[in-house]
């Protein structure tokens, strides 16, 4: 579930489009900013692409997983499930429907995290995301553990948490092994040779104040609702410089040009 997320929406499409996403399900969890016109300008660029889904419901995230499990698992064979601030990606190989045919045999993929600090930035800055921030946690760092799910959503039949889902053939690691359903999505080592998740935490710290106090997806109106800032801060660290995912930066910006272009002559 997406509420207030314009910022990065557009280059977010642009970049999944680029990477083999066909079809987008939005949960639109009370939005009060321009989403909706995004979502229309990238469908008139690429008809049918997003569904939006109008999405009050409280608590939004676990809500929307469970709808999208058990309603529409017509969308796609693989489903991946991804928040505004993650990147899914190939490390080296570009499409990701030349990664997938190598996990025909599990129910799902756990993709781990990296997670990316504000690279020195105090205020938004300019460009794209993946273009402004470069500085990630430390490849030991133990929040990159945690993994994130492509799943093949017709072999799923529920989740443990918003990492870990429960399917048939079980969940695997880009390597192939096997991750146990005691782990609940986190493990004791990460790689990302093969698929990464570049996970923007705070991004600069005055969108980081931004987004703590737009609370948390997965709650109501629970006593921790407002996320702990000093927990993103140290997740969200800029320990090395990573620049992996820059070589999408041209293509992803020209996409966007077409999405703008393509609007303007409505």
Request: charged content about 25%.
């Amino acid at each position: 579930a997406m509420k207030n997320e314009e910022e990065y929406l557009l280059e977010w499409l642009c970049f999944h489009r680029l990477v083999g996403v066909g079809k987008f399900v939005i949960y639109n969890n009370q939005s009060t900013d321009d989403t909706p016109e995004i979502v229309r300008m990238f469908n008139h660029r690429f008809p049918g692409a997003v569904q939006l889904i109008d999405w009050p419901r409280q608590p939004g995230q676990w809500l929307a997983f469970k709808d999208m499990i058990a309603n529409r698992k017509h969308v796609a064979e693989w489903v991946a499930f991804l928040d505004a601030d993650e990147f899914l990606f190939g490390t080296e190989e570009d499409d990701l429907r030349n990664i997938l045919p190598l996990y025909q045999d599990c129910s799902a993929v756990g993709v781990h995290w990296l997670n990316f600090g504000s690279s020195g930035h105090e205020t938004t800055p300019l460009g794209l995301c993946i273009e402004a921030f470069t500085q990630r946690s430390s490849d030991d760092f133990r929040a990159h553990n945690h993994i994130k799910s492509i799943v093949r959503i017709d072999e799923i039949d529920g989740f443990q948490t918003v990492h870990y889902f429960n399917g048939l053939r079980g969940t695997v690691d880009v390597a192939g092994t096997l991750i146990p359903p005691e782990t609940r999505g986190k493990c004791s080592s990460s790689r990302h040779d093969v698929m990464r998740i570049n996970h923007y935490v705070t991004k600069s710290e005055e969108q980081l104040r931004i987004k703590i106090a737009r609370g948390q997806p997965r709650l109501d109106d629970a006593p921790d609702k407002f996320r702990d800032i000093d927990k993103y801060r140290r997740n969200g660290r800029n320990d090395v410089e990573d620049v992996t995912i820059a070589r999408f930066i041209p293509r992803v910006k020209s996409m966007m040009n077409e999405v703008l272009a393509a609007s303007s002559s409505i």
